[in-house]
T-cell receptor, first 112, second 115 residues
Framework: GESVGLHLPTLSVQEGDNSIINCAYSNSASDYFIWYKQESGKGPQFIIDIRSNMDKRQGQRVTVLLNKTVKHLSLQIAATQPGDSAVYFCAEKSGTASKLTFGTGTRLQVTL | GAVVSQHPSWVICKSGTSVKIECRSLDFQATTMFWYRQFPKQSLMLMATSNEGSKATYEQGVEKDKFLINHASLTLSTLTVTSAHPEDSSFYIC???????????FGQGTRLTVV
């Protein structure tokens, strides 16, 4: 079936460096993508989203890039901070479908 | 963003008993609510989608009689784990959205431990 997956299960970065978390999706009909941050014992927290008619969107310290040609999504975090340590999930949905399909997740570890 | 409150945040119950988890949208009307299950170090697995006033749509492999979902109002959905067993121990998370195409907001999750 369709799936959304991540390339790296764990990413370790030094404080102050930039982080890049990747996600591959297989549903070519997906037209809306979201990145979530999940801290231990908590629910997912919305970070940033992007629609398929865009290839880049920027937020505060975060940027999402979408490459529809290769069905790839990435989350870039600038000047990574200890508080960014969490598991990051990409999620997608298509058309008017209301449910989200989540990727497998990447744990971001920020070292001092 | 909008606030979704989930209660309780954790619960321990004896095997064979039933447990009810509540999911409330505090500042918006949630026409659609979703229930997820998450095992340690794994992703969120959608269990069911519920629309206010209608029966929930369960994902393949999820037992309807085991996980009872009620969405009787636009601000409240409940998940009842019936006759709980240790293998039902998990992190249960709800999300809610005002419209099918709108952003979904997540609750803080409920850690269920069945002993």
């Amino acid at each position: 079936g369709e799936s959304v997956g991540l390339h790296l299960p764990t990413l370790s970065v030094q404080e102050g460096d930039n982080s890049i978390i990747n996600c591959a999706y297989s549903n070519s009909a997906s037209d809306y993508f979201i990145w979530y941050k999940q801290e231990s014992g908590k629910g997912p927290q919305f970070i940033i989203d992007i629609r398929s008619n865009m290839d880049k969107r920027q937020g505060q310290r975060v940027t999402v890039l979408l490459n529809k040609t290769v069905k790839h999504l990435s989350l870039q975090i600038a000047a990574t901070q200890p508080g960014d340590s969490a598991v990051y999930f990409c999620a997608e949905k298509s058309g008017t479908a209301s449910k989200l399909t989540f990727g497998t997740g990447t744990r971001l570890q920020v070292t001092l | 963003g909008a606030v979704v409150s989930q209660h309780p945040s954790w619960v321990i119950c004896k095997s064979g008993t039933s447990v009810k988890i509540e999911c409330r949208s505090l500042d918006f009307q949630a026409t659609t609510m979703f229930w997820y299950r998450q095992f340690p170090k794994q992703s969120l697995m959608l269990m069911a989608t519920s629309n206010e006033g209608s029966k929930a749509t369960y994902e393949q492999g999820v037992e309807k009689d085991k996980f009872l979902i009620n969405h009787a109002s636009l601000t409240l959905s409940t998940l009842t784990v019936t006759s709980a067993h240790p293998e039902d121990s998990s992190f249960y998370i709800c999300s809610a959205s005002g419209l099918p195409t709108a952003e979904a907001f997540f609750g803080q999750g409920t850690r269920l431990t069945v002993v």
